[in-house]
C-alpha cells in the first residue's frame, strides 16, 4: 500500500461516526463538549434504570405490597389473588396517596423546567422536597438517627419543616425499615383471627382423631367466609389510606 492509500485509511479512521438518532453525539476524536454531552446521557439513561426502584422506596407502595401479601398469607391462599392483581392494587393505592405529592413536584419543579425557567439541577433539588417532607412524616427518628450517626450528622431538630436538610442517601433507607416495621405490625394484627381458626379447627380434628387431614383444609372456607363477612378489602385499605392520609 502507498502513502496514498495509507493516507486515505488514516484520515478514514480519524473520521467521527455519528450515533443515529441523537444529534451532536459522535464517536471517535470529539471535542470535550460532546464528550460531556456524551457521559450525562450515559448517566441520565443509568438513572432512569433505577427510577422504579427509587420511586417505590420513596413512596407507599413497600407498605401497602407488604401488607397484601400478608392478607394471602394469613388466608393461606397460594395464588388468589394473583401478584398481576396485587402490584396493580398496590399501584394504584400508591398513586392516590402521593397524588399531593406528585402535583406539588409537579408544579414547583417539573413544569417551570419544562417552561426554561430553572435549570435541570434546581429542578432536581426543588423536586426532592415534597418527597422529602413525605417521607420525614412517616420515618421514625430512631431509624433516620441510625444513618445520620454513621455519616457523623446531627439530626434536625424539627425534620417535617426542614427535610431539606437531610439528604436522600440517609432518608431513604430510614423511611423503607421504618414502612417495613409498620407492614409487619398491621400483618401481625391480621393473622391474629386467622390464627385462632387454625387452632380451632386443628384441636377439634385432633379430639375427633382424624390426625391425618390436613387442617387447612377445613379452616380455609371459615377464613374466606370470616374475611368476606367483616369486608376485610374494605377494612383493609381504609387502615392504609389512614394511615397517610389522615
Known sequence: MGIGGFAVVHAASTTTTPIPGIPGIS??????????????IVLLLTVLTL??????????FTRVIVVLSFIRNALSLQQSPPNQVLVGL??????FVMQPTLQQANQQ??????NGKISQTVALQKAEIPFK?????HTRMTDLELFM????ESVPKDVQQHPEQISLTALVPAYTISELKTAFQIGFMIYLPFLVIDLVVATTLMSMGMMMLP????????K???????????LIVKSLLDGYVT
Not at 51 to 60: D, G
Open 133 to 137: 417532607q413525605f417521607m420525614a412524616k
Open 149 to 152: 450517626q454513621y455519616r457523623h
Open 90 to 95: 398496590a399501584m394504584f393505592i400508591t398513586l
Open 109 to 114: 419543579a417539573l413544569q417551570p423546567y419544562l
Open 215 to 222: 387442617p387447612v383444609v377445613i379452616s380455609l372456607p371459615f
Open 51 to 60: 427510577a422504579p426502584a427509587i420511586l417505590i422506596l420513596m413512596t407507599c
Open 27 to 40: 464517536l471517535g476524536n470529539s471535542n470535550p463538549p460532546s464528550v460531556a454531552n456524551t457521559v450525562k
Open 224 to 234: 374466606i367466609l370470616l374475611f368476606v363477612m367483616v369486608d376485610g378489602w374494605y
